[in-house]
């Protein structure tokens, strides 16, 4: 029943390989680089909000390119907004771009399984197959790291209009508590009808319109 399981989840991990190929588009689509060059557009029309949130997105796609970095900080730091720099732990292991990662730990999950099944079938060199569910293993950490590392990514926005007002309740005439710059970087913890409850870099909290912000991972 073991053996039969887990030739089971083989068959499986082929078929999603096969599934993803197909996926992928044969163009360039959303890129690293068409978002680069979309964030320099930007950058150049006077528009630093869209240019940071260009920016942003393509850095996810490449990973510590440090020409998207450096194009950052060009446009953040005349409006005196602080680039928050990476520790050296997720310098280290956020290497690749998101569809490399799960592409990466699809391959470490048939590795485990080839590994365990061979083991099951009791195939000779058994360090062979042991090393395999290693680097299996091995693999599926390194996925599990980089998806740590990027979850805080999912709930970040960029403030696209200037002087956006953060309230202290999710109205339209609430009370202003402090004004957000265009092109800071937030995180949104809530959402209430058309206002976000988003906390800066610096710790202060309020409600913005969610026409002002836009996500850094863009929503389908």
């Known amino acids: 029943m073991i053996v039969r399981a887990q030739l089971a989840a083989l068959i499986i991990g082929v078929v999603v390989l ?30 630093p909000g869209m240019a940071v949130l260009n920016y942003e997105r393509a ?13 950052l900080r060009a446009v953040r730091e005349p409006l005196h907004l602080r680039s928050e720099s990476r ?11 998101p569809r ?3 592409w990466i730990g699809l ?11 061979a083991e099951q079938l009791a195939i000779r060199h058994r360090w062979t197959c042991r090393a395999a ?3 299996g293993v091995a693999l599926i950490g390194l996925t599990v790291c980089n998806g740590v590392v990027l979850w805080p990514r999912l709930h970040e926005a960029v403030v696209i209009v200037n002087a956006t007002p953060a309230r202290v309740s999710p109205a339209p005439m609430g009370e202003t508590s402090f004004v957000l710059p265009e092109a800071e970087t937030v995180k949104m913890t809530a959402q ?3 206002f976000a409850l988003v906390q800066t870099r610096a710790g202060r909290t309020g409600w913005v319109s969610r026409a002002n912000l836009a996500p850094v991972v863009a929503q389908p």
């Open 192 to 194: 209430y009808e058309d």
């Open 59 to 71: 850095s996810l796609l490449a990973p510590n390119d440090p020409d998207i970095e450096a194009n």
């Open 107 to 117: 391959l470490g999950l048939m590795a485990v399984g080839a590994g365990l099944l």
């Open 100 to 102: 490399m990662l799960s």
């Open 87 to 97: 520790n050296w732990f997720e310098r280290a292991v956020v290497l690749a771009s």
């Open 18 to 47: 096969g599934c993803q190929a197909r996926a992928q588009p044969a163009e360039g689509g959303y890129s690293a680089a068409g978002l680069y060059n979309l964030g320099n557009a930007y950058a150049r029309a006077g528009k």
């Open 133 to 135: 569910t290693l680097c």
